[in-house]
T-cell receptor
Framework: AQSVTQLGSHVSVSEGALVLLRCNYSSSVPPYLFWYVQYPNQGLQLLLKYTSAATLVKGINGFEAEFKKSETSFHLTKPSAHMSDAAEYFCAVNRAGTYKYIFGTGTRLKVLA | KAGVTQTPRYLIKTRGQQVTLSCSPISGHRSVSWYQQTPGQGLQFLFEYFSETQRNKGNFPGRFSGRQFSNSRSEMNVSTLELGDSALYLC????????????FGQGTRLTVV
């Protein structure tokens, strides 16, 4: 069965510091991987996606993620945190051939002034 | 281009009642999925519809049901509401391609009292 694991339900960083949100997946076949962001009382917005074209994926708002098959990881990074990045972030997997997205438990990012 | 529209945004129902939630997908999207989001369980997949047929189903009791109309609009119904059904219900639509992302609505916040 597929799953994603997000390490750290809460992460705090200072404004201007590196953001690193961790996601590991388990899948018996090459997956499609996604990072979504959710602001309070809102739906989910796509940050970026991996669909096997390139291992380093750049997304919106300065975020990027690197697919590492050997480590089964798809960690999300941003070089410099901004106050507006405070939100909850979800990693999701969608195995080829299905339309069922499996989400991680989410990581709430807090940005300190 | 209009996004995914969910109505209503907020609902308060009494235990034992039933409720119907509505979702209008992005124009051209024929796949519609539903998710339940709670603080304890995170995002859980309910079901996915394509061309008026349920294509994928999550692990929820039969009280949760859905349908899709010929214009791709979808409804989900929960009968005999329980307190534990209180949640944010999210609808997502996507193209019929496994490498594409899901676009989410803002959700319907259901409170069961």
């Amino acid at each position: 069965a597929q799953s994603v694991t997000q390490l750290g339900s809460h992460v705090s960083v200072s404004e201007g510091a590196l953001v690193l949100l961790r996601c590991n997946y388990s899948s018996s076949v090459p997956p499609y991987l996604f990072w979504y962001v959710q602001y309070p009382n809102q739906g989910l917005q796509l940050l970026l996606k991996y669909t096997s074209a390139a291992t380093l994926v750049k997304g919106i708002n300065g975020f990027e993620a690197e697919f590492k098959k050997s480590e089964t990881s798809f960690h999300l990074t941003k070089p410099s945190a901004h106050m507006s990045d405070a939100a909850e972030y979800f990693c999701a997997v969608n195995r080829a051939g299905t339309y069922k997205y499996i989400f991680g438990t989410g990581t709430r990012l807090k940005v300190l002034a | 281009k209009a996004g995914v529209t969910q109505t209503p945004r907020y609902l308060i129902k009494t235990r034992g009642q039933q409720v119907t939630l509505s979702c209008s997908p992005i124009s051209g999207h024929r796949s519609v999925s539903w998710y339940q989001q709670t603080p304890g369980q995170g995002l859980q997949f309910l079901f996915e519809y394509f061309s008026e047929t349920q294509r994928n189903k999550g692990n929820f009791p039969g009280r949760f049901s859905g349908r899709q109309f010929s214009n791709s609009r979808s409804e989900m119904n929960v009968s005999t509401l329980e307190l534990g059904d209180s949640a944010l219900y999210l609808c997502a639509s996507s193209l019929d391609r496994v490498d594409t992302e899901a676009f989410f609505g803002q959700g319907t916040r259901l409170t069961v009292v």
